[in-house]
């Protein structure tokens, strides 16, 4: 598995913005699917973003068009740029990872992720 540590996390208000890291440890990083996933307050986790080793980008009907996910190998580490935030917004995100070559990898479902940080918390006030 690969340790990830995320940090970004804060208190913006509405229509702010947010860059969320995810370190990741580990000689291999660029070979994972890496994937954002958030939980609020008395609901389940959610699904957020993910990218593919290979690049290839899937996006939340929710956040499409506002989040922006991307990722360094350099640098083993994967990035959430979060726009136009809104109150709805709010939750503790998580960063995973997975081995996307793995046969069942489905970038959307948190149980192909096989490691994941320990979340950052994000707000937005409206």
């Known amino acids: 598995q690969v340790q990830l540590v995320e940090s970004g996390g804060g208190l913006v208000q509405t229509g702010g913005s947010l860059r969320l890291s995810c370190a990741a440890s580990g000689r291999t990083f660029s070979s994972y699917a890496m994937g954002w996933f958030r939980q609020a307050p008395g609901k389940e986790r959610e699904f957020v973003a993910a990218?593919?080793?290979?690049?290839?980008?899937y996006y939340s009907d929710s956040v499409k068009g506002r989040f922006t996910i991307s990722r360094d190998n350099a640098k083993n580490t994967v990035y959430l740029q979060m726009n136009s935030l809104k109150p709805d917004d709010t939750a503790v995100y998580y960063c995973?990872?997975?081995?996307?070559?793995?046969?069942?990898?489905?970038?959307?479902?948190?149980?192909?992720?096989?490691?994941w940080g320990q979340g950052t918390q994000v707000t937005v006030s409206s």
């Open positions: 995973a990872a997975a081995d996307g070559s793995r046969y069942g990898y489905t970038p959307t479902r948190d149980r192909s992720y096989d490691s």
């Open positions: 990218i593919r080793s290979s690049g290839y980008l």
